[in-house]
């Protein structure tokens, strides 16, 4: 099993940048793909930003894309999420999350079934 923790969350005006990471510890071998997901108040939770170690491959959901990016440093086993032209609507509690396997699974996979405590980020305008 592996322990996730998130860190990096803030207030941050509309337009503006903010960096999340999520640390990763213990047996992280079999988990190649490590995603971020968030939730806002009142709505579902969403994939954001997801990365394959092996290949390696990004993918975002069409919400973020060409404003986050998803990166890994595997030395420091840490997962990040640069963000940048943040808005209003990117306010969220975010979360890491690892899954097994050697490919990444849809946002929706029960895969996904390590995940971290979750940094709040709230963009005001």
């Known amino acids: 099993q592996i322990e996730l923790v998130e860190s990096g969350g803030g207030s941050v005006q509309t337009g503006g940048s903010l960096r999340l990471s999520c640390a990763a510890s213990g047996n992280i071998d079999n988990y190649i793909c490590m995603g971020w997901f968030r939730q806002a108040p009142g709505k579902a939770r969403e994939g954001v930003a997801k990365f394959n170690s092996r290949v390696p491959l990004a993918s975002y959901a069409d919400s973020v894309k060409g404003r986050f990016t998803v990166s890994q440093d595997n030395a420091k086993n840490t997962l990040y999420l640069q963000m940048s032209s943040v808005k209003p609507e990117d306010t969220a509690m975010y979360y890491c999350?690892?899954?097994?396997?050697?490919?990444?699974?849809?946002?929706?996979?029960?895969?996904?079934?390590?995940w971290g405590q979750g940094t709040q980020v709230t963009v005001s305008s």
């Open positions: 999350a690892a899954a097994s396997g050697s490919i990444c699974p849809p946002f929706t996979s029960s895969r996904f079934s390590t």
